[in-house]
């Protein structure tokens, strides 16, 4: 619950700024306000005097003729004291057209009087006028204060969160690796025994089968806690780096040669481009590995049959005044892009973070935690580069630009 907003506080000297270019008016307004007890700081006649003594003596109110002589008027006047200021303006006028009381009413405005002011409907205007303006600020203050506890209580879930997915992982990778030792044991007695001469076929059939059904989702089991604590080691900076040069043109065709049997059989097609004379990237050839494969892995997993699969590399390139393209030779860049469902542009925000998932991708059909564009982001930024998505037009392009020696950004 809300405390109540403090009352304005008569005994307090409240200052007060009046704008007026008629002398005899203004003089007959200080008069009246110094009876109520305030204090006048100041009389001006122009709009740019208003916002400058406003400036440099800061009132508490304004009281402001909106007909002042002078390139604007007091309502531009009011405008920039209060968006400049945050001082609160009551307007003074004779006028009571449509336009000026609309203009009027499209500033912040906290009052308007109309000439000649009685003390008594002053008094009034002031006090409402202040009272008010002091329970915004409390209830902007306030805002920001609730602001602030739940941004507090965010990052602790969240923190809590990270600490309870490290015990985890910590936890199940002893019991899935011997799991997973046992599997090997076991199908290393079975086939001792030799399943083909089981009597029963479909017997030996059916344990050949939920062998292989427990070692893969086992080895799935291990590589989500292996991610869970590879990005909590990246985000705790303490996941080293083995860096070393790496001949893009000829290891790159390489890496990609394991994914060659599925491409064919999913009837994809498979296009490498390796920039000419590509100078050597300084970087870790494992992260990297992990990189690539991963995005490379999505690609074959999301382009339909007879869809295009591109990796590129290339020095990264800038556009020059005269439209010529000049190398950045400080630079390379990688992309990885498949012919496809384009990823909708409210999800391309999201699709880096852990276990997102696209809500219209069907999970059975493509599997998958959740965290591999997530590991991929952080590895990437590890390296002191950076990873993009953009999806349009039928086309996945993920975007990697990697410093060509990684070696002098991690040291600095």
Not at 19 to 28: L, M, N, T
Request: negative net charge.
């Amino acid at each position: 619950m809300l405390n109540p907003a403090p009352n304005v506080d008569t005994s307090t000297e409240i200052q007060l700024l009046i704008v007026e270019d008629e002398p005899s008016r203004a003089i007959a307004l200080q008069e009246t306000l110094e009876s109520l007890g305030y204090i006048v700081l100041d009389i001006v006649d122009s709009a740019i005097a208003a916002i400058e003594t406003a400036a440099a003596r800061r009132p508490n109110l304004v009281l402001m003729d909106i007909e002042l002589r002078g390139e604007i008027d007091g309502i531009q006047a009011a405008e920039q004291i209060w968006n400049q200021l945050h001082i609160p303006v009551i307007y003074l006028s004779e006028q009571t057209d449509k336009s000026t009381l609309e203009r009027a009413a499209l500033t912040v405005s906290f009052g308007y009087l109309l000439k000649p002011v009685t003390a008594p409907e002053l008094y009034v205007a002031v006090q409402t006028a202040l009272s008010r303006y002091h329970r915004e600020q409390f209830l902007a203050l306030e805002h920001t204060r609730q602001l602030d506890i739940q941004r507090a209580e965010v990052q602790q879930m969240q923190q809590l969160k990270e600490n309870f997915l490290a015990m985890t992982s910590h936890e199940l990778r002893t019991p899935l690796s011997n799991i997973k030792l046992a599997i090997r044991l076991l199908e290393t007695v079975l086939a001792r025994q030799d399943l083909s001469s089981l009597q029963d076929q479909t017997t030996a059939q059916a344990l050949d089968r939920y062998l292989t059904i427990l070692s893969d989702q086992c080895d799935q089991g291990l590589n989500t806690v292996n991610d869970l604590l590879d990005i909590r080691s990246i985000d705790a900076d303490e996941f080293p780096l083995e860096l070393m040069p790496i001949q893009l043109e000829y290891w790159l065709p390489h890496l990609i040669e394991v994914f060659q049997a599925q491409i064919q059989v999913q009837l994809q097609s498979l296009q490498i481009t390796v920039f000419p004379n590509l100078p050597a990237l300084v970087s870790d050839l494992s992260v990297l590995t992990r990189i690539i494969s991963e995005l490379v892995s999505r690609a074959c997993s999301y382009t339909p049959p007879g869809g295009q699969i591109k990796v590129t590399a290339q020095p990264l390139t800038v556009s020059q005044p005269s439209a010529i393209q000049a190398v950045n030779s400080e630079w390379i860049q990688l992309q990885i892009s498949n012919s496809g469902d384009d990823i909708p542009p409210n999800e391309q925000a999201h699709i880096f973070e852990p276990f997102y998932r696209i809500p219209q991708n069907d999970q059975w059909k493509y599997g998958g935690t959740g965290l591999g564009l997530a590991l991929v982001k952080r590895l990437v930024e590890h390296l002191m580069g950076t990873i993009e998505v953009t999806s349009e037009s039928g086309w996945t392009i993920f975007t990697l630009r990697l410093p060509l020696n990684a070696s002098s950004d991690v040291n600095q």
